[in-house]
Every structure is written in C-alpha cells, then in structure tokens.
C-alpha cells in the first residue's frame, strides 16, 4: 500500500464530500486484485452534480501533483469512471449505482473510513 495510493484516495473523498456527494465508500482492494489499492463509490443527485463532484476531485488533485488521470465517461453521463492508477474513482447517478451494484462485486474488498487514510 502506497503512501501515494492513501492521498489520492484521501483528496478525492473530501472534494466529493466538498460537493456533497453522497453515500461515499473507500473500498481497499489491494489483497484481492492487482487493478488498483482503493476503490471510491460515490453517488450525485443529477448530471450536473455528478459533474460537479468529478471536476472538483480532478482540480483538487492535479494542485496535489497527480495528473495521470484517465477518465471514461463525459458530461452527459451517469457514470463518470477516473483512473488515478492507485485508485479508481466512480462517481454514479443513484440509478446507476443501484444497478451496477459495484459493492457487491468488490464486497471481498475491506471497507475503509476516511479517518483511516
């Protein structure tokens, strides 16, 4: 685990948090998959907070130094991807996120709180 992996995921909860993003999870998956050391789960009200939360979570970390960011999905969407390398973040109307149902699929995954970053 990286200290590198700990702040991304630490600056993308808080600027989620920052747009009122909810039901925000940080899932450690270091020891179970070689894809990535933190998963974070948000979900957005509308397209235009989803918007929001995603571009407020990429300014907050390219000031941090981390711009080696890949992102799937645009501005019309309800399922913003942005891949950090360390850690993945999905930020999903509560729709899609009901749907897709990501903690179920990484529910061998350890749940974190931010605290513990």
Same mark, same amino acid.
């Given at each position: 685990?990286?200290?590198?992996?700990?702040?991304?995921?630490a600056i993308a909860y808080d600027? !989620?948090?920052?747009k009122l993003g909810q039901d925000i999870e940080i899932i450690?998956?270091?020891?179970?998959?070689?894809?990535a050391d933190y !998963?974070?789960?948000?979900?957005?009200?509308?397209?235009?907070?989803?918007?929001?939360?995603?571009? !407020?979570?990429?300014?907050?970390l390219s000031q941090a130094g981390y711009?080696?960011?890949?992102?799937?999905?645009?501005?019309n969407s309800t399922w913003i991807l942005l891949d950090y390398g360390d850690v993945i973040i999905h930020?999903?109307?509560k729709e899609d996120r009901l749907f897709y149902d990501l903690e179920r699929i990484w529910r061998d995954g350890k749940n974190v709180e931010r605290s513990e970053l």
């Open positions: 685990m990286s200290e590198r992996a700990r702040e991304i995921a600027a !989620l948090d920052e450690k998956i270091d020891e179970i998959s070689v894809i !998963l974070i789960i948000a979900s957005g009200n509308n397209v235009n907070q989803i918007n929001a939360m995603i571009d !407020l979570v990429d300014e907050k711009t080696d960011c890949r992102i799937e999905g645009n501005k930020v999903f109307s």
